[in-house]
């Protein structure tokens, strides 16, 4: 669900009637001016918590902070303005940040400084997903891990429960 601001200004003696989509996504809490993708026209609103708290009120002669998403013009055939439209739409950027792109991370040892038997890559002696049922001799098994582990309990970074 999103809201909308329905331009009804007058432009060369023809009304706009564009029908601008604010997405959630980025109008949740927001205050600022957003231009619509028909005319141009700028319109200040503040939205707080997805309810348009004040607004739209239109700002002559002001540059738009934001375009909308999404435009159409529902009384003129569902003409519309697709995501990316340069000059009249912002292009459509939720995409996942570099930070989560990717391989997962290796984790050896929990929060507390313990060593974990979940990280990768286990070896062959593990057999299926590094099943060893209840003994796991870390220090036959990863002797690396288990070196960095004895270091972790000689700086105190190893924590009891």
Not at 18 to 45: H, Q, T
Request: aromatic fraction near 14%; glycine fraction near 12%.
């Amino acid at each position: 669900m999103c809201d909308i601001i329905w331009c009804k200004k007058e432009v060369g003696g023809k009304v706009c009637d564009v029908v601008n989509y604010l997405d959630p996504y980025c109008f949740w809490n927001w205050e600022g001016k957003v231009g619509c993708a028909g005319c141009g026209a700028v319109y200040y609103i503040h939205m707080i918590q997805g309810h348009m708290y004040e607004g739209p009120i239109e700002k002559a002669g002001e540059k738009p902070d934001i375009l909308p998403l999404y435009a159409d013009k529902p009384n003129d055939g569902y003409d519309c303005y697709m995501p990316g439209v340069e000059g009249r739409t912002r292009p459509f950027e939720c995409l996942p940040r570099a930070v989560y792109l990717g391989h997962a991370d290796m984790r050896k040892f929990s929060i507390r400084g313990h060593p974990v038997r979940g990280w990768r890559p286990q070896p062959p002696a593990g057999g299926v997903a590094g099943a060893y049922g209840f003994f796991w001799d870390i220090e036959k098994l990863s002797p690396d891990v288990w070196a960095e582990y004895q270091e972790k309990i000689k700086k105190g970074e190893a924590k009891d429960w």
